[in-house]
């Protein structure tokens, strides 16, 4: 008995010691992981198969997403700029891996926003092919293009102003896959913000968009922002009206232009009959 408590007073100091050194060595990775600037792998073999891009699902955490592919948390949230409290978006796509020659294409299910704002799905601009109309021929009767229908604008107390004080270089024509207005302009021009609202999305996960900027409003509004140079704000940041949110480029396109698109739930409408003339 006496040898047995013995052994316990030797033992019990080096249980108390391995907690210490623990408690350090856990303070000091999360110290070490704050602060770096590339990807902290944690575990190199869930790394490897880990994909470019995750797509967040209902009950996921950035933390949890983090420990499944092997990754320090931290590290993926300054990779995605997100800031503490680290909160992230059924449908929001999270990069995973730093550079990669085959990066994998986000979801279109855009994400769902803070409280303030009337919770809803929201599907990214897509190009899609275009029926044209066939030549008629002798022995066959001409084949028209269906009449693409026409989405007016909604009553909204919103105060919508031009995104650009460059010129119209291409009007709205679904026909011709022209989702919105294209405006003109030179590297750096600003980009603004043509309602209250607030950033779902800014990223460039749409290769055909380049740096592509999406604002919820209210009454069922989406603005899209696309091609910008650098982007100026982050996801679930709001903003006002003419507030500068990017700067114009080329990202995803052949020049330098800002494509503005409106969608009203969902469906893209004419951006030329709800912003000002002049």
Same mark, same amino acid.
């Given at each position: 008995?006496?040898?047995?408590?013995?052994?316990?007073?030797?033992?019990?100091?080096?249980?108390?010691?391995?907690?210490?050194?623990?408690?350090?060595?856990?303070?000091?990775?999360?110290?070490?992981?704050?602060?770096?600037?590339?990807?902290?792998?944690?575990?190199?073999?869930?790394?490897?198969?880990?994909?470019?891009?995750?797509?967040?699902?209902?009950?996921?955490?950035?933390?949890?997403?983090?420990?499944?592919?092997?990754?320090?948390?931290?590290?993926?949230?300054?990779?995605?700029?997100?800031?503490?409290?680290?909160?992230?978006?059924?449908?929001?796509?999270?990069?995973?891996?730093?550079?990669?020659?085959?990066?994998?294409?986000?979801?279109?299910?855009?994400?769902?926003?803070?409280?303030?704002?009337?919770?809803?799905?929201?599907?990214?601009?897509?190009?899609?092919?275009?029926?044209?109309? =066939?030549?008629? %021929?002798?022995?066959?009767?001409?084949?028209?293009?269906?009449?693409?229908?026409?989405?007016?604008?909604?009553?909204?107390?919103?105060?919508? =102003?031009?995104?650009?004080?460059?010129?119209?270089?291409?009007?709205?024509?679904?026909?011709?896959?022209?989702?919105?207005?294209?405006?003109?302009?030179?590297?750096?021009?600003?980009?603004?913000?043509?309602?209250?609202?607030?950033?779902?999305?800014?990223?460039?996960?749409?290769?055909?968009?380049?740096?592509?900027?999406?604002?919820?409003?209210?009454?069922?509004?989406? %603005?899209?922002?696309?091609?910008?140079?650098?982007?100026?704000?982050?996801?679930?940041?709001? =903003?006002?009206?003419?507030?500068?949110?990017?700067?114009?480029?080329?990202?995803?396109?052949?020049?330098?232009?800002?494509?503005?698109?409106?969608?009203?739930?969902?469906?893209?409408?004419?951006?030329?009959?709800?912003?000002?003339?002049?």
């Amino acid at each position: 008995m006496l040898l047995a408590r013995s052994q316990l007073q030797i033992q019990m100091p080096k249980v108390w010691i391995k907690t210490i050194f623990l408690a350090v060595a856990v303070t000091s990775t999360l110290l070490v992981t704050g602060c770096a600037s590339k990807p902290q792998i944690n575990n190199p073999t869930r790394y490897a198969i880990a994909p470019d891009y995750y797509t967040v699902r209902s009950g996921d955490t950035l933390s949890g997403i983090s420990m499944r592919y092997g990754l320090s948390y931290i590290s993926v949230a300054e990779m995605n700029d997100i800031a503490p409290p680290y909160r992230i978006y059924v449908g929001q796509s999270i990069r995973l891996k730093k550079s990669a020659n085959n990066v994998s294409r986000p979801s279109t299910q855009a994400l769902t926003t803070a409280p303030q704002i009337q919770r809803q799905t929201i599907n990214l601009p897509t190009q899609q092919p275009v029926s044209l109309p =066939v030549t008629p %021929t002798p022995t066959a009767p001409a084949v028209t293009t269906a009449q693409v229908p026409v989405i007016p604008a909604k009553s909204t107390s919103l105060r919508w =102003v031009k995104p650009s004080n460059g010129p119209i270089i291409a009007n709205f024509n679904v026909t011709n896959n022209i989702k919105g207005l294209r405006f003109g302009g030179n590297q750096g021009d600003p980009v603004f913000a043509a309602a209250d609202g607030q950033v779902v999305y800014a990223a460039d996960g749409l290769k055909e968009y380049g740096n592509l900027v999406l604002i919820k409003h209210i009454d069922g509004y989406i %603005t899209a922002y696309a091609h910008n140079s650098k982007m100026l704000v982050k996801s679930g940041q709001n =903003v006002n009206a003419g507030q500068k949110i990017a700067e114009m480029g080329s990202s995803g396109a052949n020049s330098v232009m800002l494509e503005f698109q409106v969608r009203l739930d969902g469906k893209p409408i004419n951006p030329a009959n709800i912003l000002p003339v002049s």
